[in-house]
């Protein structure tokens, strides 16, 4: 008997049904059930099976079996592209009918989604107080990366991903939120549109433009913490969104601006920017920065959509005026400021801008990565050019750094501080980058980078031997640019901050240093990070 011949159904009793009717076979003793607003989840050994609720949100209709069995075969056909070693299959759920006359036969009662069952405590979401690591994150945002650039942009003629379906999505967030919190919320949800009405305003021309340059692909939809496992040493997303495409089939930069809020709104900025750069050196998709406070604030009130309509997910994560407080200012307190790297191979200077990128919320843009990307060549390809040949020919050069300072301006024109690390050896080399900041009306410093003979030594060799950095630099090169190199001055028009890299060094006093010469206080982000590193008190000049 199924539970409609018992009478009138809800969720549960079908839940209870199919669970009692033995319809998965034998289940573990200790098996469980976990339930979200669309979905319940059975546990059992090591294995999972996914079902939908026949359910109607207004956002997805689930009610018939025929959807809940496409829902299935999109789920599986989506997450098999990031992974495939959970998702197993789609198995048909058969339960013994009688026709009231003797005779019984097996029906297809369901349709759920197999999966491999990951281990207790894998789920990031739920371990993101004892610490998503920094180079967990870097890596992270290069795997989504590197999933979107294989992805298909929308074909042309395509409504998704247009300006109309990106104000739409808004619109109908908002109202949800209108309709779920009541008047109490009121004040906070006017802040939230007033904010998001002004961006999408500022920002149309932007969106348009993406979706005429493939900016617009079959993304995962609902990439936020809860959505990422941890299997082994790679952090992996899951649990892509199956039932709307109109919902996965977004700019990649919208997509990306679900996990940094997620983390951002956690109290997390370092991580987020970590992904972030981590994302932008795969992609190189520095053009998507202007929109991704728009994006941001849109992702925090879907974020707190979700948390209105179900009491799990809004015990699981960030609470509601959180997320509306962010989608009112996303990114709050992050200025837009110019870096300049400088310093010879083994200085020190590209792990200081990895530290200083975390703390200061800062785009980091190597020149090692962009010069690669000038000749299609991914960061850790290796050419074996010679000192001043190949790539490394000096109008090359010239045509990096010239890059190096477009790019800088469309950061910081965005709103994003941004530190541009290379060796910036000859004066007219950091003049041309620092031009970013003076035609931006934006402050700017000089973070030259030393260290001691036989420490730049060890550094490259050691570096070389290792091939896992996209700097190819020799002790050859090495050499050459300790005698090229031109150390900045008060002539050149720009503060400098001087760091031996050899000794400790205080990152704290150093971000402190950057926030005064450049007349910007910085609030110093020192989640996750050591209390001394190596370098040197910070000299001003």
Request: aromatic fraction near 6%.
């Amino acid at each position: 008997m199924t539970p409609d011949a018992a009478g009138a159904e809800t969720p549960q009793n079908r839940l209870d049904w199919l669970l009692a009717s033995g319809a998965f076979g034998p289940l573990a003793a200790d098996f469980r059930v976990i339930e979200t607003h669309v979905s319940w989840v059975i546990l059992s050994g090591d294995i999972a099976y996914k079902l939908k609720k026949p359910v109607d949100l207004g956002f997805l209709d689930f009610r018939s079996l025929a959807a809940r069995r496409q829902a299935c075969e999109e789920e599986l056909r989506l997450n098999r592209r990031l992974a495939p070693d959970i998702y197993l299959g789609v198995v048909a759920v058969s339960a013994v009918a009688g026709d009231g006359t003797g005779s019984r036969e097996e029906a297809v009662v369901e349709y759920a989604v197999k999966m491999r069952r990951f281990p207790p405590g894998a789920a990031v979401g739920a371990e993101l107080a004892a610490g998503l690591k920094s180079d967990e994150a870097a890596r992270l945002g290069e795997l989504i990366g590197q999933f979107h650039r294989e992805l298909a942009p929308a074909p042309p003629g395509m409504p998704w991903g247009s300006a109309d379906s990106v104000w739409s999505a808004i619109v109908a967030s908002l109202a949800q939120l209108d309709a779920t919190l009541g008047a109490s919320w009121a004040e906070q949800l006017a802040q939230c549109r007033r904010y998001i009405s002004a961006e999408f305003s500022l920002r149309r021309g932007f969106v348009l433009d993406r979706q005429r340059c493939g900016a617009v692909r079959e993304c995962h939809g609902d990439l936020h913490l809860g959505n990422l496992v941890r299997l082994g040493n790679r952090v992996v997303p899951f649990d892509a969104l199956e039932f709307d495409p109109a919902l996965r089939w977004i700019d990649v930069m919208n997509e990306m601006a679900f996990l940094i809020m997620d983390l951002d709104v956690r109290g997390r900025r370092d991580l987020a920017f970590q992904a972030l750069n981590g994302y932008l050196d795969i992609t190189g998709d520095f053009a998507g920065l202007a929109g991704l406070r728009l994006y941001l604030s849109y992702r925090a009130l879907v974020r707190a959509k979700v948390a209105s309509l179900s009491p799990i997910h809004a015990s699981d994560g960030p609470g509601m005026a959180d997320l509306l407080a962010y989608a009112a200012k996303p990114l709050a307190g992050t200025l837009p400021i110019l870096v300049v790297m400088a310093g010879v191979s083994g200085s020190g200077k590209s792990w200081l801008a990895r530290q200083l990128s975390a703390r200061l919320f800062a785009i980091h843009i190597r020149s090692d990565v962009e010069r690669k990307r000038l000749f299609a060549m991914a960061p850790l390809a290796r050419t074996d050019s010679a000192p001043g040949t190949g790539i490394y020919a000096a109008d090359v050069s010239a045509r990096v750094y010239a890059r190096m300072a477009d790019l800088a301006a469309t950061v910081l024109e965005s709103g994003l501080p941004v530190i541009l690390d290379a060796t910036s050896l000859r004066q007219a080399q950091r003049s041309l980058l620092l031009a970013a900041a003076r035609r931006t009306g934006h402050p700017a410093v000089v973070v030259a980078c030393s260290a001691d003979a036989k420490t730049l030594v060890q550094r490259v060799a050691r570096r070389a031997s290792e091939a896992r950095d996209p700097s190819e630099a020799s002790i050859d090169v090495l050499q050459r640019q300790l005698a090229e190199f031109e150390p900045p001055d008060s002539m050149e028009g720009c503060h400098c901050v001087c760091v031996d890299t050899t000794n400790p060094l205080d990152l704290g006093a150093l971000v402190t240093a950057i926030g005064d010469i450049a007349g910007t206080p910085i609030r110093d982000a020192a989640h996750g990070f050591p209390g001394t590193t190596p370098g040197g008190q910070p000299k001003h000049t």
